[in-house]
């Protein structure tokens, strides 16, 4: 399964893009698909590229980006607004809802999500 690594966050007026050092000569197709590498710290999104599986590795230096867009909702792109991360925001409410408090993430990673993506308070 091919990497690509995220590597700027820019917040545009349109929504948030992530970019990276891919070959963007062949399309990718968003999957809908989050994930999380607790080992690397990163999350995960899955693309296809004519029937592979592509990983786009988000490390945790562009969660507080991450987090800005998913609290306005805001579209997220993959280098250009061609290519963009669908269903992100429904797949990170469900890994956030799932994370909290799990250690089998590792606690480290944990308490770095908790961190980055804190849980809204009722006062």
Do not use: C
């Not at 929504?15 to 070959?23: I, K, Q, S, V």
């Not at 999350?43 to 998913?70: C, M, T």
């Not at 997220?76 to 956030?96: C, G, K, N, R, W």
């Amino acid at each position: 399964m091919d990497t690509i690594n995220v590597k700027i966050a820019r917040h545009k007026e349109d929504g948030l893009y992530l970019e990276t050092d891919r070959n963007t000569e062949r399309p990718l197709t968003p999957t809908g698909r989050l994930l999380a590498d607790s080992d690397n710290f990163a999350l995960v999104y899955i693309f296809d590229r004519e029937g592979a599986f592509v990983q786009v590795h988000i490390p945790e230096d562009f969660w507080p980006d991450i987090n800005k867009s998913h609290q306005d909702r805001t579209p997220i792109y993959l280098d250009t607004s061609s290519v963009d991360f669908a269903d992100i925001h429904e797949e990170l409410d469900m890994f956030l809802d799932i994370i909290q408090g799990n250690n089998n993430y590792g606690s480290e990673m944990v308490s770095t999500v908790e961190k980055h993506f804190p849980v809204p308070t009722d006062d």
